[in-house]
């Protein structure tokens, strides 16, 4: 797919979401959800750099965590062989395994599971250690469950849905485990269940604002991309419409002067040939003068769709350069080809067979052209074609009209 319309297709996406985003904003989201098409949208709004943050965080916690080796052999000198086994031979590779996974964007879409994964294995081999351990430190240890705790739901920011049951089934295996951790009295159990819940509670809270106040800042960057687009949108179409003419529908003045600037210069770059018809509409002042100028915008109308009709490459460019005269540039053109088209649009023009019963020429309307081609050069102005082509337009209009005729670059002077 290319960028363009990658480009486009993300603009389409958030244009179908503008309805659900209003509604967000108006009603709130007190329970952090959004409906099917907005959420979907937001769980994967800057996946790429979340992806890029829980890999940094995870190096974070794989160092944190295992900065307590150096203290569980003071803490529980009775098994600190089986902790480093259980730090060292299980969590540490988890962590290492997932570090590896973050690396591919393919497991992208799992991102939160292997967060939550890793806070509750963590927490599970703090609670292990403390029913093990027989030692009096030990009690000391379920600090490290609330730290666990307040990483992954405050730095880590896991999504509140996933902050809340990771919590709560930390704190589920805690209060399942601690009756057996023999070194602990059970005032100082009830104590610690008490301190974890409270842990357990304020980081939660903490984990509500925080993605509270990240679903707020998405909603409003996607009310600015949405006005950012619609303005963009109505600037493209202004300026689409500011480069028609609004009579024919083909390109105005401007458009074909911008239009022969770029070709001129790609003509030069690339020493092609670019071709000019020059086309004026034959004893037009007289139409108007016994039909109407209504009729004859109805004529310059028809004209118009005669050209169109003929002209099939995406590079060539119809336009009305002013009044009855109408233009026609072809890039990378050479001269018989040039003269080709000129001749098939005369005829097509005159097999529209609109009436003119005033025309020195005949019964219907007709148009003289005239053709030029030039090799563009940096040291010319394209003006220079406009000039040979008109040169070419009079001669066919002095020889008796309702013809084709033909100056090139050679006889520009002549």
Request: include cysteine.
């Amino acid at each position: 797919m290319t960028d363009q319309a990658s480009d486009d297709n993300h603009r389409d996406l958030i244009l179908s979401l503008e309805a659900d985003i209003r509604k967000s904003m108006e009603n709130g989201f007190p329970f952090l959800k959004f409906n099917h098409n907005l959420e979907s949208h937001f769980l994967t709004y800057n996946l790429d750099a979340r992806r890029k943050f829980f890999f940094v965080m995870t190096i974070i916690a794989l160092f944190m965590y295992n900065l307590f080796l150096i203290t569980d052999r003071e803490m529980f000198p009775d098994m600190y062989k089986a902790a480093w086994q259980i730090r060292l031979g299980i969590v540490t590779p988890c962590m290492v395994i997932i570090l590896a996974l973050l690396y591919y964007r393919v497991w992208i879409r799992y991102i939160d599971f292997m967060a939550d994964f890793l806070i509750v294995l963590s927490a599970a081999s703090i609670i292990m250690i403390l029913q093990f351990s027989h030692h009096p430190n030990v009690v000391h240890y379920h600090t490290g469950i609330i730290l666990i705790i307040m990483f992954g739901n405050i730095v880590v920011r896991l999504r509140f849905w996933h902050a809340l049951t990771v919590s709560s089934l930390i704190f589920l295996l805690y209060v399942v485990t601690v009756p057996g951790i023999t070194s602990m009295a059970p005032p100082v159990m009830i104590n610690s269940s008490v301190v974890l819940f409270s842990a357990l509670i304020i980081s939660l809270i903490a984990n509500y604002q925080i993605e509270s106040a990240l679903r707020w800042n998405y909603l409003r960057h996607l009310s600015k991309e949405i006005e950012t687009i619609r303005l963009e949108k109505a600037k493209t179409e202004l300026e689409l419409i500011s480069s028609l003419d609004g009579l024919t529908g083909l390109a105005n003045r401007r458009n074909f002067d911008t239009f022969l600037d770029t070709e001129w210069q790609m003509g030069a770059q690339y020493r092609t040939p670019l071709s000019l018809l020059f086309l004026d509409v034959d004893n037009f002042k007289s139409y108007n003068d016994h039909y109407g100028h209504q009729a004859g915008d109805v004529c310059l109308q028809k004209i118009a769709e005669a050209l169109n009709k003929c002209i099939h490459r995406s590079r060539d460019l119809c336009a009305r350069y002013g009044g009855e005269e109408f233009v026609v540039l072809l890039p990378n053109t050479d001269e018989q080809s040039a003269l080709q088209m000129a001749e098939k649009l005369r005829k097509n023009i005159e097999l529209e067979n609109i009436p003119h019963a005033y025309s020195s020429v005949g019964p219907c309307i007709t148009v003289s052209v005239g053709v030029a081609t030039m090799k563009p050069q940096k040291t010319l102005t394209p003006q220079r074609l406009v000039e040979l082509g008109d040169r070419a337009l009079y001669r066919a209009k002095d020889l008796g009209r309702n013809q084709v005729q033909m100056l090139d670059e050679e006889n520009f002077s002549a």
